[in-house]
């Protein structure tokens, strides 16, 4: 189970030397990754939580130093070798400042390189944590306290420093634990409403019956058991922001009364038809598919386009895997800070790293924060958290084997057609994901690109 093989990403533009070096580290037993440039090293690091990465300063475009810069800030444990052409000492001296665990200049005996990856592997064992770097980092890529800086995530910062400003209302939607809650929060604190609550229902965790004088208040002897007169939450988050949670959960009348409170930004508490005027920003968000529900009948469809004036769609942890390692660093720096008592902040090791990132996460953000909390008590009195501190379920999950899916139906199937179904559907989604980069489409399906380029051909031939 234990993968003991260091996985190493070598980026040099001299294709020959490249090549040399790779073969003869993998007959060293090393698993190796070739980068022609920096540009490409960046997309394999994005990817991969590679245990070394051995760079040319050098290089056309994209230089080393950045390459490595890139590479330590998102795998603060990763070792980096710097390779320097003659005279450029003082450039490895600098790399090293920067981070790099050791430098070989050009032209080099393999030997020097082997010694050198040698004593930093040790190095690393030994190695204790850099806790500035984690910090440093949260700064940068955090939108009050929403960590990532992968694509998708990018976007999500723009979209919420536009809307922050504005009055809209706002659906969020996402899997759970993607960080509905969180981002809604995040909206409130950066809006200019920030002076005002920030109140949260969840519709879904109230009956329906008791909902309505929840959302909008009730005053004495409206029903049964109102003894006295009470303020609901839209006047609770007067000037302020509420926050309705699971809103595809709510039942039909009261669909009809939010709506109109929406519209006429005017409520009527339980048992008393004299309007209040409140002054609220709403923010929605649900984890069913509202269009769907509309489609089907089961939501409003005017309330449906009330709430989804400006859409935030939260994208599921597995669609953005480069963002396991910031969010992990995020959380145990965080477990360890709150720990009792305190401690220095905990890695994780490169091995475990892998799984982390490899892994479905069905619960998205919140099952990684709880699996960190649990390594983390784990791990008392280590600095490394290692993969058997992870629960089975992360240990074992794999890309999802896909033979439980299927079933031969009892009048058979056409082998070819379905196979070639397949085959479209997975290509179709690899250069979905990939963002149309063929390169890494062709890595999603273990492919060389031409394969892949051969594959589309045909495909849009048949
Ligand atoms: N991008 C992120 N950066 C840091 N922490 C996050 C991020 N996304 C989610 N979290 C954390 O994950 C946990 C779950 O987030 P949150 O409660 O906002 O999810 P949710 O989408 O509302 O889930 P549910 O649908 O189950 O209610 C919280 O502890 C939150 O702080
Ligand atoms: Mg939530």
New binding site residues.
């Given amino acids: 189970m234990a993968d003991t093989t260091k996985h190493l990403l070598i980026v040099e533009d001299e294709k020959a030397l490249r090549e040399v070096v790779a073969e003869r580290l993998a007959d060293h037993g090393y698993d190796v990754t070739e980068a022609g440039n920096g540009e490409e090293a960046l997309e394999r690091l994005a990817e991969f939580a590679f245990d070394v990465v051995i760079t040319d300063l050098r290089l056309p475009g994209l230089d080393g130093s950045k390459v490595l810069e890139a590479a330590l800030a998102r795998y603060p444990d990763i070792i980096g070798i710097v390779v320097t052409g003659y005279g450029t000492v003082k450039d490895a001296v600098e790399a090293i400042k920067r981070g790099a665990t050791d430098f070989v200049t050009k032209p080099f005996q393999f030997d020097e390189l082997l010694h050198a990856l040698d004593s930093a592997l040790e190095q690393r064992r030994l190695r204790s944590e850099n806790a500035y770097l984690r910090s440093q980092l949260e700064r940068r890529y955090?939108f009050t306290?929403?960590?990532?800086r992968s694509r998708p995530?990018r976007d999500l910062f723009q979209l919420l420093e536009t809307v922050s400003g504005t009055n809209s209302t706002i659906l969020v939607t996402?899997?759970?634990?993607?960080?509905?809650?969180?981002?809604a929060r995040a909206i409130h604190h950066n809006s200019p409403r920030r002076g005002g609550q920030f109140v949260a229902i969840n519709c879904s965790a109230i009956p329906e019956t008791l909902l309505e004088a929840e959302l909008f208040g009730h005053v004495r002897g409206a029903f049964t058991g109102a003894v006295g007169t009470r303020v609901g939450r839209f006047e609770l988050a007067h000037k302020g922001t509420l926050m309705l949670?699971?809103v595809g959960t709510m039942g039909g009348p009261l669909q009809m009364k939010l709506l109109r409170a929406l519209q006429e930004r005017e409520i009527e508490r339980v048992g008393d038809s004299r309007p209040v005027k409140v002054d609220v920003r709403v923010i929605a968000?649900t984890?069913s598919d509202l269009a769907k529900m509309v489609a089907e009948g089961r939501f409003r469809e005017d309330l449906y386009y009330r709430l989804n004036v400006i859409p935030v769609r939260?994208p599921p942890l597995r669609e953005r895997a480069e963002?396991i390692p910031l969010?992990v660093q995020?959380?145990l720096e965080r477990f360890c800070r709150e720990a009792t008592p305190p401690r220095p902040p905990m890695t994780v090791s490169q091995e475990a790293m892998r799984r982390l990132m490899a892994c479905p996460w069905p619960g998205?953000?919140?099952q990684l924060?709880n699996t960190l909390e649990r390594a983390v008590a784990l791990g008392a009195g280590r600095t490394q958290i290692e993969l058997a501190d992870l629960p089975p379920d992360v240990q074992e999950a794999g890309p999802a084997s896909p033979s439980a899916s299927f079933a031969l139906p009892d009048c058979g199937i056409d082998l070819q057609k379905y196979i070639a179904d397949v085959e479209r559907e997975l290509i179709q989604q690899s250069l979905d994901r990939a963002g149309g980069n063929k390169v890494r489409a062709a890595q999603l399906l273990n492919l060389k690109r031409t394969t892949l380029v051969e594959k589309l051909k045909r495909l849009n031939r048949d």
């Fill in positions: 955090s306290g929403i960590v990532g995530m996402g899997e759970t634990g993607t960080g509905k809650e969180l981002v949670d699971e968000a984890n939260l963002d969010l995020h959380f998205n953000v919140r924060e």
